[in-house]
């Protein structure tokens, strides 16, 4: 029989037990994932989050293995408890710090970074769980993981942002992040309804160049959709002969036809994303618009035409095909939304209707190596700024591209 004493011990004890039960159960720890092979062990729950194509793990591996030797990744996965609740998808990388004003690159510093890609947060995104996970990045800086973390176009306004911006002492905070605008499309229900969505001089202008290119070239107009993985090769064949041509060639950007390209569109093939539509006139490919359908959306990655054909404005008239196409889907090809990608563009200003604000965000390690970093890149970054709004603000940027653009066309 048990004493009074032992009964009052024993209900005693039993809150103190369950509030030790109750804290092991909310307790917060962040694992860090190092390794490439212990990246399965996230496989579940990384793809019930998932919600970009630029994040899928599939994806995030293919990447990793064409990096050079000594690419490590670096996930922060945190849980509560035994249960995970979100991740940070990065990897850390020995790569560049372009300090650069428009398109001049005035100096490259070699750098040890952690890269954090695009899409790459995953599961609660609260601005508690935020803040722990960018308290973990700055651990890791502090203690010789890299120079700097970089953090690839995050929503201004999302917890992640407000972390990585103003959680940070000034001496390793950005202090120049550069902010864009993201631009996408939600597609109506009827091809009508896209026209109808456009201005009376925009609706004009495309009607007259479609109508001059179908009379110009009667019954030679054909706009093409590449899907399979067998159609990959003659694709990328004909998109090169497109791209070669583009001033985005020029300056070293937009479509290249290489290895590790052609791994992530392989890849994009076999999980039924891919779809790259060509334009030829005359059986000659004169445009194209390469991107992925994943989960209703089609997000655009590559675009491109041959100049030869510029007055009709070949450009637009694929492009607005496929979103006529878009807008009669049905089945597997049903499309919701068109994501225009990175970057702004006076397309996506004309077609866009939803659009959300964007930077890129540096974290410097608080060491003498990422304070000098820093020290180095403000005032670039911040003259490149300034010179950009100033353009913007009288007029000149977009003359001032087109004119840059012209001069690279034609070399």
Known sequence: MKTVSAILDEQLTKPALIRRAHEALNEVRVRIIREASEVASLRDVWEAWNWHPNADIDHYLTVLRAMPEGTNPMILALYRGNRPVAMLIGRVEDGDLSLRIGYKNLMRVRVRKMVFIYGGLLGECSAENCGIVIKSVNDCLRH????????????????????????????????????????????????????????????????????????????EV???????????????????????????????????????????LSLQAQKGWLRAYILYIADRPCA????????????????????????????????????????????????????????????????????????????????????????????????????????????????????????????
Request: hydrophobic share 40%; glycine share 8%.
């Open 144 to 219: 010789g993981d890299a120079d700097l973390a970089f953090f690839n176009s995050l929503r201004t306004n999302s917890p992640l942002h407000l972390a990585a911006t103003r959680l940070q002492s000034v001496f390793v905070r950005d202090c120049a992040p550069m902010t864009e605008m993201h631009r996408g499309m939600k597609v109506p229900a009827k091809a009508d309804d896209v026209y109808r969505a456009l201005s009376a001089k925009v609706r004009k202008n495309l009607g007259w160049q479609a109508r001059k290119l179908v009379k110009d070239f009667s019954g």
């Open 222 to 264: 054909e706009v093409r959709c590449f899907r399979e993985p067998a159609e990959l090769e003659p694709a990328l064949h004909d998109v090169e002969q497109v791209a070669r041509m583009t001033y985005q060639r020029g300056l070293g950007v937009g479509f290249v036809d290489a290895p590790i390209l052609r791994q992530f």
């Open 288 to 411: 194209f618009w390469i991107g992925k359908l994943y989960k209703k959306t089609f997000h655009s990655d590559f675009m491109g035409y041959n100049p030869e054909y510029s007055k009709y404005s070949p450009g637009m008239f694929l492009v607005m095909n496929v979103i006529e196409k878009f807008a009669d889907g049905r089945g597997s090809d049903l499309v919701g939304e068109v994501d225009f990608g990175l970057g702004d563009a006076q397309y996506k200003a004309v077609l866009g209707n939803a659009e959300w604000q964007e930077s890129s965000v540096y974290v410097f390690a608080p060491t003498l190596a990422g304070l000098g970093l820093n020290f180095l890149r403000t005032p670039t970054a911040l003259i490149d700024q300034l010179a950009k709004r100033y353009l913007d603000k009288t007029g000149l940027l977009q003359k001032t591209k087109r004119i840059w653009r012209r001069r690279v066309a034609n070399r």
